[in-house]
Structure formats: structure tokens, C-alpha cells
């Protein structure tokens, strides 16, 4: 059984003790979350949302937070001595998939 879910704005494949990377979120580890923006559960039969599935919930709980490799934006114009460097890491939590309950 698995669960396409909208988390923080981006969709993810949910299964049953999977674990996902997505944005940072301000909560502990440790922390229970219950996600209800679930657009479709497929287990025996599939159920689609119109956008949302009613009652379908998937609980999670926070494991870690970190931060990705370093990318690198460079921009320049050629020959009239400009350049920009510049870094990012993308921060991020993990999480683990625990139930998935649809009514």
C-alpha cells in the first residue's frame, strides 16, 4: 500500500516505513506528524482525490535534519569583467512513513 501525498508544497511517494527528504521543517526529532493532503492511496483498490482523498491520513515522524552538498551559482558576462560566485546547501529534514490510513 503506498500514498501519493502534497507535503510543503511538493508531492512524494509514501509507503510504510520508507524514509523522505523533503524541505526543513521547524519540529524535533522525535516529532509526530499527521499529513491529511493526501491525492491518492492505492492499496487493494486505487482512490484518487478530487483534489484531496477525505479521511485518508499518513502519520510520520521527524528522524534528522541536515544540509545537502554545496552547488555552486556562477554567473559571468564575457569580457566586461564581471563575475559572481556564489554557494548554497539546501537544508533538510528527514522523515519516516508510519501508517497509512484511508477511511
Wanted: no cysteine; proline share 3%; charged share 30%.
Amino acid at each position: 500500500m503506498y500514498a501519493l501525498v502534497e507535503f510543503l508544497g511538493k508531492q512524494y511517494r509514501a509507503e510504510k516505513g520508507a524514509v523522505l527528504k523533503v524541505d526543513k521543517i521547524d519540529a524535533e526529532p522525535g516529532t509526530a506528524l499527521d499529513i491529511s493532503t493526501v491525492l491518492l492511496v492505492s492499496g487493494e483498490t486505487v482512490t484518487v482525490g478530487n483534489p484531496y482523498v477525505q479521511g485518508a491520513k499518513v502519520n510520520a515522524t521527524v528522524e534528522s535534519h541536515g544540509r545537502d552538498k554545496k552547488i555552486i551559482v556562477f554567473k559571468y558576462k564575457p569580457k566586461k569583467d564581471y563575475r559572481r560566485k556564489k554557494g548554497h546547501r539546501q537544508q533538510f529534514s528527514v522523515i519516516k512513513i508510519g501508517e497509512i490510513s484511508a477511511s
